[in-house]
């Protein structure tokens, strides 16, 4: 039997020596994929330990991308996913067991191509202007791309500079202000590829709620007594609820943290991923706590996720320093590139484009909660390219869609688990889909009809 077979490989029955034995004979092909695995009280019970020292074992794999847990359907074997995907995100592009590819692939998040403005003009334009890079100590941030990216900035900024994308801003800011076992306070919900960053950093989420209006200030006061050394936010269009901090709400927490004996030194760091095509205007804690907060800004949704650009912006102390590390390594982002986004900045043509995006995506969500709430499902208008849709069991919930050709994320690999304090509940926990929208361009009433009728299946 499995579960002897398990036994006999157990060095220590503490939750690392059931997850390394598991993780060995599963890398071993010892345990053959899709395997359904026993369940945490029956392998409790063979090795003499509690329920609760087998369900971290099994978290700890299920971080590592080596099994799934499906509710009451049980724990199976992953498939082997591609070498270069961390953990979690392997989980957004997984389809499935045997489902075929999609008709309507609403999992990935990318934005919608037809929405994006004409790159080729911008470089037809640009190409012929740039020189050849004459010296390897010119300044990284394009000169001119400075005052447009001053006048999109959501506060006063010391200094700026540009980064490959806004995960690429994250982590060179996270390598700057944390060391080896430091915690940071995340939302929970919130992108998994953060999580995966922070293991590979070794640093440890600490998750804190949101609600309607961004980061709970009550939680994140609870989970400033972690004494982080960070506090990454999402500020609007939030992925994967959709969820855009207000005014207010930043204004509380900026107290929170200025006021909390361990909030004073933690720096913030804002993702700003959705930037131009995102409904809301754009916010920042820098209005209230300017030292010690890091805005970044992205323009792969708006502009292209190809250019690999986003703005950067806080301290110019905290921006020389990430400045600086980055010599040691790439240098500078692409010039050309830069003033290809300079060009999008300024053209009118572009900058009506992105107009167009914003509000296509405004009424798309519009649409989409409006038809899942009419079928009874309790679904909030979220703002951005995301829709956060609560289902009775999101496994069956995407076994059902995928029956239809729909592929969607599931829930469960947004959510944060800490050693420090569990689960964080709140109204956007739970069994969840996020849906997202970029390919959801027709048939809105056909396809809210398709989730709603797969939220309230179970397995």
Known sequence: MLIDTLAAHIEEPNPQGIASALSMLIRTGEIAPRTRLPTVRAVATRLGVSPGTVSQAWHGLVQAGLIEVRGRA???????????LTPRSGHLADRGDDAPMPRLDLALGMPDPMLLPDITAALERVAPRRAAVSSYLQP????????????????????????DGVMDGIERTLRSVARFGDRVV?????FPVLLDLLDHLHLMAVPARIDAEGMVPESLEAALASR?????IQPRAHNPTGVSMTPARAARLADV??????GRDAVVIEDDHTGQVAAAMSVSLGAWIPHRTIHVAGFSKSHGPDLRIAALGGPAAAVERIVGYRVLGPGWTSRLLQAVLHDLLTSRASVHAIDRARHAYFIRQRELAACLRGAGIDAATADGLNAWVPVRDEHAARVTLAAHGIRVSRGSAFLVRSELNGDAEGPHTGDHIRVSLGALRESIPAVAGAIAAAATTET
Not at 74 to 84: A, D, I, K, N, Q
Not at 145 to 154: D, F, S, V
Not at 186 to 190: A, R
Not at 228 to 232: K, L, Y
């Open 257 to 262: 943290l200025e006021r909390h004996r361990y």
């Open 74 to 84: 049980g724990s199976y074997v992953l498939e082997p996913r591609t070498p270069w």
């Open 186 to 190: 995340v939302e929970t919900p919130t």
């Open 228 to 232: 982080p050394a960070a506090v990454v």
């Open 140 to 163: 990284p941030l394009l000169p001119e791309l400075e005052a447009p990216l001053r006048e999109l900035w959501p506060s006063k900024v010391g200094a700026l500079t540009v980064v």
